[in-house]
């Protein structure tokens, strides 16, 4: 299935592809060392067809920037809970393929694993580039799980039916915790040790962050004729 055919699917279509991605979900530890972490981040208005998608590039751990592309396009898929990944993927991968170069392992902002079809926009991109994905979610999308403590770096499992799907992982005092989960090709506790390695004093891990003022910049610059290139710091 090419995702630029995606937004041609129906629900029910959509969902039967997550089940065929499901089969092919690889959870093992990552290998390799962690020298450059991706971040990713979508926006758009539930109502629109156009779709902000935004890649950046951090030198791990030191988390300084060293690269960046973004991309505008559009999607007639809907906006429906479970299935967003379907809207996000296709922009998601014009940024990829934009880039100067390709991460070690990528963050995105949404669910992993911890997903009723264990296909959040984490485990699908990553089935699609084939590269370690972490889904951080700023909100819960599905799992059981008790509130972590109130420190930093508390944390709570999440179980569906008796099987592990993520980490509740409080990252700031008083604050929400973020829900983690592995994507693709990355354990859980992996994923769970570079997100807190990717805290630096705010709620969401740096990648996801500046992923997020990219794709803000991108939305506000549009209206100007911005015209997205990748970057080399």
Known sequence: ?????????????????????RRQIDIRPLDNAVKVIGGADISFNKYSEVVYAGIILLRYPELTIIGQATAISKTKFPYISGLLAFREVPALLEAWEKLPFKPDAMVLDGQGIAHERRTGIATHFGLLTNVPSIGSAKSRLYGRYQEPGNEVFDQSPMYDKGELIGIALRTKKKCNPIYIS?????SMEQSVELIKNCIRGYRIPEPTR??????????IADGENFNSQPTLF
Request: glycine share 2%.
């Open 1 to 21: 299935m090419q995702p630029a055919l995606y937004e041609n699917l129906t629900p029910e279509q959509a969902i039967a592809w997550q089940q065929e991605l």
């Open 182 to 186: 592995p994507g693709h090709h990355i």
């Open 210 to 219: 500046q992923a997020h003022l990219l794709v803000n910049k991108i939305r």
